[in-house]
């Protein structure tokens, strides 16, 4: 499958990854300028908060990038309330989600109206293909948990009930199975990467990899603390409120704000080629898990290729997912353990997460 298919599709509806990691970093640093892979909007436009007074969104897909600019937008022309229905946080019929954007969302491009249409007006949230792959893989847990089980866990309501729970042996072997069967290469590749899956260099199997990090989260969060394990075990989001940055009412209002005062800017290219150039310096870069699909090469010396692209004590961080590396430092410092609280309370726990500060 050629790499077109990711650039031509609609991958990330929501958000796959916590960026409230990201947001805590900048606020403690007050960076100003700041550089992020879009995905779906939501990581990127997480990012911005009173400091902010620059933000260049960069994505190798236009439909991506296009995503975000509506994410942008409907900050900008909705109140909280409205924000919540129209992307389906809240309840709201297909009907009303169309009145709202016939209403107050005219000006976007009417490539997205086509996909709304496509998608019969329903939430937005889950129109991405990795949105939809885990409501999917949501199917199989729950015909093999089964719907008492699946009841019973999303009824908890304290940390240590979970664990007791989730720790019983009925469950993990259940739990064990079905990673088995949804947690391999193959049916990531068949369901979503189209044979561009990661190709990892850790030494865990793909179904220990995953079954240790479901174990993590299970002793992090309770399900309606976490998006994550609602997608996984429910199918839908029954607290986004208490789980996802963007529907947090205080952070909604920081970013429009900060929209309010300055647009972002909206490059097609990919980020590593467009730091190489070296033509703006950041307080702060967010890659996402770019660096997972480098060269060995590569990984070891990205770093030094972007430098130019870095302020005085600007920050990047990277997530690393199932491929890690660790880059030569020249110029830099690895301050990860200055986030450990930060890092282990990030929501979805795929990905080892490196925070390098330049000298």
């Not at 992307?87 to 086509?114: M, N, Q, V």
């Not at 068949?190 to 030494?203: M, S, V």
């Not at 920050?315 to 690895?334: A, C, S, T």
Request: glycine share 4%; net charge positive.
């Amino acid at each position: 499958m050629s790499i077109n298919y990711f650039l031509e599709n609609l991958n990330y509806s929501m958000m796959n990854e916590d960026s409230s990691l990201e947001r805590a970093i900048i606020e403690r640093f007050q960076s100003k300028s700041i550089c992020s892979v879009s995905g779906s909007g939501t990581r990127c436009l997480s990012l911005l908060n009173s400091s902010s007074n620059k933000l260049d969104i960069l994505d190798v897909s236009s439909v991506q990038l296009r995503w975000a600019k509506l994410k942008a937008y409907t900050f900008k022309n909705l109140s909280y309330n409205e924000f919540m229905m129209f992307w389906g946080y809240t309840e709201i019929s297909s009907a009303d989600r169309k009145k709202l954007f016939e209403k107050s969302l005219k000006g976007i491009e009417p490539e997205l109206k086509s996909t709304f249409d496509s998608e019969n007006w329903g939430p937005p949230l889950f129109y991405g293909n990795w949105e939809k792959t885990y409501l999917k893989l949501n199917k199989l847990v729950q015909f093999f948990l089964g719907k008492k089980t699946i009841s019973k866990i999303s009824q908890i309501q304290s940390l240590e009930d979970q664990i007791k729970f989730t720790n019983k042996l009925y469950f993990r072997i259940r739990w064990f199975f079905i990673l088995t069967i949804v947690g391999n290469k193959t049916l990531f590749n068949a369901l979503l990467y189209k044979g561009h899956f990661i190709r990892k260099n850790i030494d865990k199997t793909y179904v220990k990899f995953y079954y240790d990090v479901f174990k993590k989260l299970f002793s992090q969060s309770t399900i309606k603390e976490s998006f994550f394990l609602q997608l996984s075990f429910l199918g839908k989001l029954v607290s986004p409120e208490l789980s996802i940055i963007e529907a947090q009412e205080d952070v909604f209002l920081s970013i429009k704000n900060s929209l309010m005062r300055k647009a972002p800017n909206y490059i097609q290219e990919n980020i590593l080629e467009y730091l190489r150039k070296g033509n703006e310096k950041y307080d702060f870069i967010s890659m996402s898990d770019v660096p997972s699909y480098f060269s060995d090469d590569l990984g070891r010396s990205f770093l030094q290729e972007i430098t130019q692209s870095v302020s005085s004590r600007g920050i990047i961080v990277v997530r690393y997912y199932l491929r890690i590396y660790r880059p030569q430092l020249e110029g830099f410092v690895d301050i990860t353990d200055q986030f450990i609280d930060e890092i282990n309370a990030e929501k979805v726990q795929m990905y080892e997460i490196k925070v390098y500060q330049k000298k």
